[in-house]
């Protein structure tokens, strides 16, 4: 429902039907193009046949709607495109390939366009990650483990956590762009027995033709390379949401360390500035976790060709990718509206009268006192204080075994100065690049 | 891709964005009557938004975009529909309701619909099984386990297999149909607290109003009966790709026990019959086994309304609603083209000499010998008369310890013979109502 | 890993190696006197039988092993069944029966203990949920829409939210308890054609003797009941997983609105308290998720027993019941150890000077200037007192077109005054039951 | 249940709860002697520590149980470690590090190990898959499509596929291995701070230690590599079930033409040959599904540790380690018992009079008659040869549109001279090595 609610207009675009069917157009195009180059079928009509691959020329719905008999559009798509060449050339449309041949090469063709989209649109979300990494490389904030305050980091550590885990989720969707985008040729049942003895040529030429890579076999059931794009927008789609609800939590109302300044308003309450981004974002990658676990799923790839796996995989693959691009687009725009309070930060930060840098008391009375002894001591004086609304500090000052000054402690429990190597990290991440 | 090969029409009507704008029209309609009748608005206000709720006057893809926004396609269709009432109206448009109330109303009003065809066409499945249970309630044929044959059955007693498994299935949607397709009404979090004293009373009229359950409480964050539905559809369609697999099976070159007279052609290859419906079925259903996956995920149902968690339903909740009808339909239509070929079943009944009832030659062996001891005889005659091609019949009768005769022996290896109470269960299967 | 970190001892316990070979026993004990009081076994054999179904006689981890080679744990069973009756009633071991009628009984019988388990915490659960409610029923706290403070609600009226969700989710897996945990008894392919014209009566008394439903047919190949009985889970799980996540949410430092006395200790620093029962009940959940989807998931079960789908059935099914079991006591030992600060939610409700009902005021304003200048208006004013950190109610009086006195105002914005139906809402969800 | 049914006794070890603990205390041990190097702790507590890491000293279900209160397994077991140096040592125990430091490194050298097995089992697969490529590289059988004979192909072609299947998902499978499995240190929240300056020194140290990838930062919240393991591992199960599932359909009783001869007897038909490997293959991969849906599901990595994403992680990735060596090993042995009948797969290739070379006549009338024409013949043809039993070759020689001779027929639809580029495919696979 309401797709264009959830996927930017590029990305409708690119895996609408219009494209699938552009993309299928393309693959006999190229079919009889490469045929003719290999000697199998003659130019003239491979010429014919290529003149009649336009889109324009074909009603994507009705090829959809004939689908229904024959079970894939690339059926009625022969047919049509059958009745769009003169009568020489007819013998020579589609010849040596199967439906899948083309189905399968299209959802290629689909996907190594919405990819280089996707790709583009990471690479804007890791300039906005890295940007505000380097600025707030040494702003204060807490970090949160299981959502309480555990210790001081920098809002650029956290920025730059988003920007490494984008850049290496993306490293791994450009490997399966690069690597396994591949074109589909095998005929029949794989052996490209139409081709005689130019089998292996035709493929060749063919995945020259479709500009993708060209596959050692033909892949009708073996769908690993869809399984592993499919796993890889998931990743990228999660990394994304992880985003999005860290955002969605730095902007609580009672946090309120960021703000969304692109929320959206409610159809009731006046006030709200909902974080309307992260919702889309962690919706689309809910969908698009569902989409890849369908096409990963085991069985139904039997023989050379299945009974459903493979159909199950087109609406699932176009899925996958529209909705990655949905989260993606979320979360860049989001960055690029995200407004940093580093003043609450501090005040979060320092809400809880050294709580947070306790880990750092405690080291330091474990050195005197041994682990356990340091460890308990602490433990206790963070209740008693928490008890009566009382400074750890003056807890830990009046117990006779802390030996550190008043100073030294007000020094140990200052959570600014516990950073760490946040910076150095922060450094670190930017110099990397995902691989 | 290509929605329309998979999903029959009429799903795809009830699924549209056009169906869930209609929807949201009725609900706002419901809201702005319930609140009249319960004094909480003027009547003459009620009476020109009911007027305004008029489908044709709005956008569905134009909602959608405006939608990216507020997260959600009812707060523009507010703004809309504010737009289109007069003046001293529109205080009281969507008054007391939140987005959330008029989503998930529709989202139900969307469901009812699709569920009433849905389950009206699995009565149809279910008619075609039962014909064919009945016909051929004493068609003996091989019953196979792990693909293997294992022992007689008749054709009569698979099918009255899927008729079980059918109106069992059935039977739990149409309790969520009957139990759990409620409306939603809470206000901005819940508390009704825009309709002051009428609440509860706003509440109970605009569940009559729009004629769906009324919720003891808004279930704006709680999604179990989201859940509910998409495991129920998810086990209906599970169900419908069970019986499209067993057609396949049987409808194999070498098997031959059935034809989908349905079965589409190939692109290439002219005499291919392949089964088209089952494929789309076994498609369809591993579509809504990934919808409803997302649907029921823990998570992100947050507070008072969650951050994406709600977001994902709406596409998943169509989709699988709708490829939910396509498994049906396509298992619909392969049942009612299917051809049964009973001589064929005989003949591969009767293939392996015996073999398939040597359970029962093993039973009659065992209280004579044991067993440990028959069954490692039976085990070793079907090994030596395997071996050199030979009957099962003969090498049993050649061994000493066998004290039945030839006759006993041919008597107790006739497959047809070996039926047990398959024709009383048929019987028993046509009388069930998978309650 | 670490099985007994998540779940309880007595879900353990219930869903063990051992818990499964006590159940197989019983069911080929069962099978054996259900033969003979038809009259198909002899008296003596079944009593024989029955003796030797000691489950302290046979090792579970043995029959795994020897498993490996017939593909499922009852084959060798029966072969050890078969060493450790007399001779004489050898012949009558298993007699009938087929592996996966011992095993799926066995499954039925392990999860019927298991519910009876989960209900009875579930149970606990909604008592818990129900004790916050009746006792928090008016403490006013801030409802969140997207983690935004919202409007107000009553801490009563969130865990009425969470009682009304656990009690519904627990009356389907109730319904699956009583009307789908079934028998299972068909013979080698469901025909009962070993129990002569006795099938039907075999049939009938087997359930009767282990205690489960009777089904129409033998559903080897029919797992309709186990995806709903999957399905049912994950929405429990889901449920529970809900409650934690706002639990977390509300005990956040910066939120505190509770505690969750339970909670665990970090290893490195002393001041922490980890929800740490809501994060095991998250991840149970998300466990319970995974393998229901791994029980729907459509596929591989072929004909009258499939490949590998009805395999992967044990350990999943085991496992959604053993994690469910930890997802239930983790949200009730939470529930039972949680703080509640009332003065605290009211702390944080008021800290927004208004804003959190500003929906009111936007309403009372729509009658006099319409719904769009009203809420524009309140909007802006929201968005000049953030500005300058100024309070709303003393923007919205500075504004000529509010007609409302000072006091008006300050008494539209309380929120504490903007219950709405809250409280008889809580009083509502008390009453029900569920159904 | 019945876990070691499934999994190999090399893989229960290597994931086993003991395993995780040698693990976890290889990481400690790591953390000191790195900390040591580094001079961020006295040599002397180091080399204690150290020799304090023995698994046979802790018991891994006490800490399981002790772990049901911190949240997970690595709290208790520093409190354990603790105990178990002198008074001088303890303070160095654990210091800088985090739970999730230790468990993850944990659950990272687990992942090496069991993906080492793994990787060398799948070679023993690949292995399997190129003797029966090599081997019966011109052995000529039916292809199947949608499980319908299509044309000839070889069985040296159909292991052919499996071999660049196995061998490109095993391919992401070690890049995972050599890329993505990293050392994890980050101290409480990521920023080293226990370490003082020397922070990145220990951790590069530390991951030396460990012998595992140093990451640019601590990914206690980003779980991307995880999601890739998972994922890769689903695709390398899915393969393994591919393969599993072509030998249960060429193993049917109709279709015999491979036998699986450590195929498994069922518990009462003595004349069964159960498919046992190829089930657990089935089984195993759908587990393996489940787990990596749940290891690569969004959300619940919240800020710097999640509540209960992470903690689900541990039991899914062991089991997804677990069950992937369950498919590999049932199918490796499965194919290493794999009887290929060769006269078999040419009598059923042979069975349909030449229909599965009907395509290569289409084309040879295709070039006289046009695409359409012909075909349209062709398929006529087909369907009056099967209305009477009659063979194709008469049908097409009785048409006067058919100007080719009855010995040109006979030729074009002699299955076993349209091979295409079969063999030569087998050669280029061979060649191939999944890059």
Known sequence: MFERLFVPAEFVEVT??????????????????????????PSGAAEAIAAACRPERFDAERLALDGRASGNPAEPLVRALTEAVPDDATAYVHRGATSQDIVDTAAMLVTRRALGLLLDVLDGVADECAALAEEHRSTPMAARTLLQQAVPTTFGLKAAGWLVAVRETRAALARVQEERVAAQLGGAAGTLAAFGDSGLEVKRLFAEEVGLAEPVLAWHADRGRIAELAGALAAVAATLAKIAVDIVLLAQTEVAEVADTGGGGSSTMPHKRNPVGPALAVACARQVHGYASVVAAPGSSEHERGVGGWHSEWHALSGALAYSGGAVDAVRRTLAGLEVHPDRMLENLRASGGEVAAER????????????????????????????????????????RVELTREQLAAALDPVTYLGSAEALVDEALRSDGR
């Not at 006999?28 to 199998?40: F, K």
């Not at 008391?361 to 008890?387: D, K």
């Open 16 to 41: 609408s039907d219009a494209a699938w069917l552009a993309a299928m157009l393309e693959a006999e195009r190229a079919l009889a193009t490469a045929s003719a180059r290999a000697g199998v079928i």
């Open 361 to 400: 008391v405690s080291f330091a009375l474990a050195e005197q006192l041994g682990r356990r002894a340091a460890r308990e001591l602490v433990t206790e004086a963070v209740a008693r204080a928490r008890g009566h609304n009382g400074r750890l500090a003056d807890e830990l000052a009046a117990d006779d």
